[in-house]
């Protein structure tokens, strides 16, 4: 005999978590937090592209070239999606492209993670692992490209949380607060 099911099917609910923003945001940090938190599944899109070539990000760049690049990510954002539980934490220019922000509307809801362009500064000035800022590590640059990108972050977001200044649990607190999860 058919039972009919007491809940209805969930297929089209928001299941997963996408952290958007510019390099050095607090992505990783804040996804980190929320699998402690909330039990969810981390994903890390660059370590997994990375893994998935045998290569890091820089090398991929250099080697293959950035459109490349974007083609894993997208490839990869198409794959994860139909799994379930899960907090993504996105490149910094994942959310610029349209196909990318409706595969990650289609499974969950999109969080736009900010920081003024001095804070980016500090947290990414010692690293080697953001081609698109190698020989660009200023202050003047970052804030040139997070304006230029902003239109299109601000367009993908379900909600937007600063971050400058604040603990990582606060900030978890606030998007799941926001999302009613
Ligand atoms: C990029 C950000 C990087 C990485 C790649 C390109 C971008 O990720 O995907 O270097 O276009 O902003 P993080 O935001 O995790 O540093």
């Not at 890390?44 to 990510?73: C, N, P, S, V, W």
């Not at 003024?116 to 000035?125: A, K, N, S």
């Amino acid at each position: 005999m058919q039972t009919t099911p007491q809940t209805a099917p969930l297929t089209n609910a928001p299941k997963n978590i996408y952290l958007i923003g510019f390099m050095g945001t607090g992505k990783s940090t804040i996804a980190a937090c929320l699998r402690q938190k909330y039990g969810m599944e981390q994903l890390e899109m660059d370590e997994e592209i990375a893994k998935g070539e045998g290569i890091t990000i820089a090398e991929i760049f250099a080697q293959k070239g950035e459109e490349y690049f974007r083609e894993l990510e997208t490839g990869l954002l198409r794959r994860l999606s139909e799994r379930e539980n899960v907090v993504v934490s996105c490149g910094g220019g994942t959310a610029m492209r349209e196909c990318n922000v409706k595969e990650m509307k289609r499974r969950g809801r999109i969080v736009l993670l900010l920081a003024e362009p001095e804070t980016v500064y500090e947290r990414v000035r010692t690293s080697h692992d953001r081609p698109l800022l190698e020989g660009n590590m200023n202050v003047d640059y970052i804030k040139s490209l997070i304006e230029a990108r902003m239109p299109k972050y601000r367009e993908a977001a379900d909600i937007t949380v600063h971050t400058d200044g604040r603990s990582a649990e606060d900030i978890c607190g606030e998007i799941m607060k926001k999302l009613k999860f």
